[in-house]
């Protein structure tokens, strides 16, 4: 069975500073790592994914991933918060590309002046 | 090019009424998805069905709780009788698994169906 944890459901960051959400995944056969974005009162839309060729995946608005299977975890980072990113996120993990995808708890993200 | 679209973006209904939700499919996709969000649970896995075929539903929580898609372009989730513990968000998605030879597995998520049972 596969899984994701992510640590800390509330993250705040000061505007312009490193955004870091942490993501490890548990999986019996090579997965495919995703994260989402939630803004309010929306759907959840794809921020990035790997799906086994780079282990540094780019995203939309700046994001990026690392994959790093030595330590099962697939963490979220951005140079320099800014207000709209504002949002809760999600990583997800999908055993061997198939479309079942298992979600974590989400991590809200709050950026201050 | 349409999203997913979702039906009642909100419902208010009373204990042991029937609730049904619609979705609509992006075109083309086919594999649909229905997720429930909670505070106490976050995102749950409800069904999925490929090719209007339901594969999965071993996240439906209870007999009360059915869903159907009659064509590729439509798909309910019915709940009766209704209970307040039903009460949250509930999401349709949906996938293309191969886009041009490439796997996709990206969802695409509608706004949601938010259901208050009073």
């Known amino acids: 069975a596969q899984s994701v944890t992510q640590l800390g459901s509330h993250v705040s960051v000061s505007e312009g500073a490193l955004v870091l959400l942490r993501c490890n995944y548990s999986s019996s056969v090579p997965p495919y790592l995703f994260w989402y974005v939630q803004y309010p009162n929306q759907g959840l839309q794809l921020l990035l994914k790997?799906?086994?060729?780079?282990?540094l995946v780019k995203g939309i608005n700046g994001f990026e991933a690392e994959f790093k299977k030595s330590e099962t975890s697939f963490h979220l980072t951005k140079p320099s918060a800014h207000m709209s990113d504002a949002a809760e996120y999600f990583c997800?993990?999908?055993?061997?590309?198939?479309?079942?995808?298992?979600f974590g708890t989400g991590t809200q993200l709050k950026v201050e002046l | 090019d349409a999203g997913v679209i979702q039906s009642p973006r909100h419902e208010v209904t009373e204990m042991g009424q029937e609730v049904t939700l619609r979705c609509k499919p992006i075109s083309g996709h086919d594999y649909l998805f229905w997720y429930r969000q909670t505070m106490m649970r976050g995102l749950e896995l409800l069904i999925y069905?490929?090719?209007?075929?339901?594969?999965?539903d071993s996240g439906m929580p209870e007999d009360r709780f059915s869903a159907k898609m009659p064509n590729a372009s439509f798909s309910t989730l019915k709940i009766q009788p209704s209970e307040p513990r039903d009460s949250a968000v509930y999401f349709c998605a949906s996938s293309s698994y191969v886009v041009a030879g490439a796997h996709t597995g990206e969802l695409f998520f509608g706004e949601g169906s938010r259901l208050t049972v009073l």
């Open positions: 790997y799906t086994s060729a780079a282990t």
């Open positions: 069905f490929n090719n209007n075929v339901p594969i999965d």
């Open positions: 997800a993990v999908s055993p061997g590309g198939g479309n079942k995808l298992t």
